[in-house]
């Protein structure tokens, strides 16, 4: 077990690198106007990530037993309804983890 002295220093030392890594965007883009490579990451890289989780999240599912992906299907399809209707993230991916868990159980 370490001892309070090298916890404490850990602590420090981690929250001055967090501290850091968060003021370094503000630092380096200080400028009115982003650069058309931080426009660009700023549009596409969210549909992108988006994307690779839902296909990691399906790469797992059998869809040839039972029970055939339908909680899976089901769940991902109550998200896109439900963040269409409501354009609220926290609704929809919490209530698509309901759903989930619900259609799991059984």
Do not use: Q, W
């Amino acid at each position: 077990m370490k001892s309070l002295p090298d916890v404490m220093i850990a602590i420090i030392v981690i929250a001055i690198i967090t501290f850091l890594t968060r003021a370094f965007s503000f630092i380096i883009f200080n400028r009115k106007k982003p650069s058309e490579y931080i426009l660009f990451i700023e549009k596409y890289i969210p549909p992108m990530v988006m994307v690779i989780l839902v296909t990691y999240c399906f790469a797992a599912v059998d869809f040839t037993s039972k029970p055939f992906g339908i909680p899976h299907i089901s769940s991902a399809l109550f998200v896109v309804i439900i963040h269409i209707l409501l354009k609220n993230p926290l609704i929809s991916i919490f209530g698509g983890t309901i759903i989930y868990m619900v259609l799991i159980s059984f």
